[in-house]
């Protein structure tokens, strides 16, 4: 496994990260917790050295899974959680609320050391952009996190290039964590270019399309009751059918290149730029390797030509997430 910078920050990491989010939250059936840790510590003795998690994600049980998972690991690997959400004020147990008051920023990092047990969070991402706070009171309340000792780096999760631009004013940003793959590419406009210019890695979550881009799912597919999926317009019926030309591309570079279509999916994302590090997940051994066979996966300048240009005649069918859940993204 080789390591990449992201960005200019120096904060060093493995090529391909591990996103836990699944193993616990939005993703059902959940295996038992110690198949998990034992999928994290596999993932470490394999190379992988970048975790991903979030307070929101079960609530508060991803963070203790990985905080234990991890905890023979301190000084080898880099964790990075989230903060910006609360509970409903309706009391219907959901986490569908902003917040990103500057206290209540110092009260989730407090909270989110102790269940990673750690003794300095490695990267601390704003989940969402909270319009009522602005940016600049949140990456000043970082920044005083990182004076304290208690963050290292600071991260944006969905910002668009205002809002990034705004934040790295005040307190350089080492990442910016948002959706990016064959599947949904609008990041290529105006925020790649950005972070670039800025010197600012990004971290693609759900390089494989929320599974899309494995191959494994298709118009006649059901998914677990309480999946994520259940609710997305991408997964209808209808456009899964429709989108599955792109499964098609996939199949077809990777009979050539004698990989799998998710090795391909995730080696077209790697050669984008040298700064970017996706973090798929996944809660099975299997796809685990696969994933990481990713890196091994060797794409020229004329593969990746062929890829683009067969993609960009594929028109995806299906919003990514509903209206309502799509208004928090970008700003």
């Known amino acids: 496994m080789q390591n990449r910078n992201l960005g200019k920050s120096g904060l060093e990491v493995s090529a391909l990260g591990l996103g836990c989010m699944g193993m616990s939250f939005s993703f059902p059936p959940f295996p038992e917790k110690k198949e998990m840790i034992a999928l994290i510590r596999k993932a470490v003795e394999m190379g992988i050295t970048f975790f991903d998690t979030a307070e929101v994600y079960g609530p508060y049980v991803n963070e203790e899974l990985v905080g234990e998972a991890l905890l023979p690991f301190h000084g080898q690997v880099i964790i990075a959680t989230k903060f910006g959400f609360k509970p409903s004020s309706s009391g219907d147990g959901r986490w569908t609320e902003l917040d990103s008051r500057p206290e209540h920023i110092r009260d989730v990092a407090e909270?989110?050391?102790k269940r990673l047990r750690v003794d300095a969070i490695d990267l601390f991402y704003q989940?969402?952009?909270?319009?009522?706070?602005?940016i600049e009171d949140v990456a000043g309340a970082v920044k005083d996190l990182i004076q304290a000792g208690k963050v290292k780096y600071f991260?944006?999760?969905?910002?668009?290039?205002?809002?990034?631009?705004r934040a790295h004013a005040i307190q350089p940003v080492t990442a910016l964590q948002s959706e990016y793959s064959l599947m949904y590419r609008t990041a290529e406009k105006e925020i790649i270019p950005t972070l670039e210019e800025l010197g600012i890695g990004f971290v693609p979550f759900s390089p494989l399309g929320r599974g899309f881009l494995t191959g494994k799912i298709n118009e006649n597919t059901?998914?677990?009751?309480g999946?994520?999926?259940?609710?997305?317009p991408r997964f209808t019926a209808e456009a899964l059918k429709a989108n599955q030309a792109l499964v098609e591309l996939l199949e077809r570079i990777a009979k050539l290149k004698n990989a799998t279509p998710p090795q391909?999916?995730?080696?077209?994302?790697l050669n984008q730029k040298p700064w970017i590090v996706p973090i798929p997940g996944t809660k099975k051994p299997q796809r685990l390797e696969e994933n990481i066979?990713?890196?091994?996966?060797?794409?020229?300048v004329e593969d990746l030509q062929e890829i683009n240009a067969a993609a960009d005649k594929i028109q995806i069918q299906g919003a990514r997430y509903p209206e309502a859940m799509d208004k928090l993204t970008g700003r």
Do not use: Y
């Open 111 to 113: 909270a989110s050391l």
């Open 127 to 134: 989940h969402r952009v909270d319009a009522n706070i602005p």
């Open 155 to 165: 991260g944006l999760s969905e910002a668009g290039v205002k809002t990034i631009r």
């Open 222 to 225: 059901k998914f677990e009751q």
């Open 227 to 232: 999946d994520f999926r259940n609710t997305l």
């Open 264 to 269: 391909i999916a995730l080696a077209w994302l």
């Open 293 to 300: 066979g990713a890196t091994a996966v060797e794409l020229n």
